[in-house]
């Protein structure tokens, strides 16, 4: 089955880059997304990247993919506070069902 | 993106008991819902898929007659945990996934979450 692994925590400093890194086990899948999950609210699509792109930029983020050794990053670029949250890598194949990463825990220090 | 909403975000009730958590969709119209399952410092696990007017359709290992799934309108489906026992105690997370069609025809949109505690 598919199987979707991110380390659990990461603290950066305020104004650094944060890279959070996926690893998965799926081969056929189609896209990978990055969704954030603040406390009390749910989870939102940041950015998504098709199986055939290597990388995608959309302002601060940058997603790397490395479908040969099936590795997936998010690059934050700046670190704000606001970027304090859980992020989720997730992936799909060609179905609306997701299957999500462990999470990791993004605490920024002052 | 699309607003889903949540009702209650927060539940404590006792044991045996049941209790009805509903997920809307406050834009538009969805045929397909998903209930999901997240565990503390865990990743969201898929419960089932709602099917507007059909039976839910539901992952391997989650009961069926426990988790109890309704999508009788476009708008609402509602997930009724029976008989609830402490190892129930969650975080519900019900999405609305965009319909097919386009580059984000997978993308999912997530209502806040419901947190039941079961005594």
């Known amino acids: 089955g598919e199987d979707v692994e991110q380390s659990l925590f990461l603290s950066v400093r305020e104004g650094d880059s944060s890279v959070i890194n996926c690893t998965y086990t799926d081969s056929s899948s189609t896209y990978l997304y990055w969704y954030k999950q603040e406390p009390g609210a749910g989870l939102q699509l940041l950015t998504y990247i098709f199986s055939n792109m290597d990388m995608k930029q959309d302002q601060r983020l940058t997603v790397l993919l490395n479908k040969k050794d099936k590795h997936l990053s998010l690059r934050i670029a700046d670190t704000q506070t606001g970027d304090s949250a859980i992020y989720f890598c997730?992936?799909?194949?060609?179905?609306?069902?997701?299957?999500f990463g462990t999470g990791t825990r993004l605490t920024i220090i002052p | 993106g699309a607003v889903v909403s949540q009702h209650p975000s927060w539940v404590i009730c006792k044991s045996g008991t049941s209790v009805k958590i509903e997920c809307r969709s406050l834009d538009f119209q969805a045929t397909t819902m998903f209930w999901y399952r997240q565990f503390p410092k865990q990743s969201l696990m898929l419960m089932a898929t709602s099917n507007e007017g059909s039976k839910a359709t539901y992952e391997q290992g989650v009961e069926k007659d426990k988790f109890l799934i309704n999508h009788a309108s476009l708008t609402l489906s509602t997930l009724t945990v029976t008989s609830a026992h402490p190892e129930d105690s969650s975080f519900y997370i019900c999405?609305?996934?965009?319909?097919?069609?386009?580059?984000?025809?997978?993308?999912?949109?997530f209502g806040p979450g419901t947190r039941l505690t079961v005594l």
């Open positions: 997730a992936e799909s194949y060609g179905r609306e069902k997701l299957t």
């Open positions: 999405s609305v996934p965009r319909e097919a069609g386009g580059p984000l025809y997978n993308e999912q949109f």
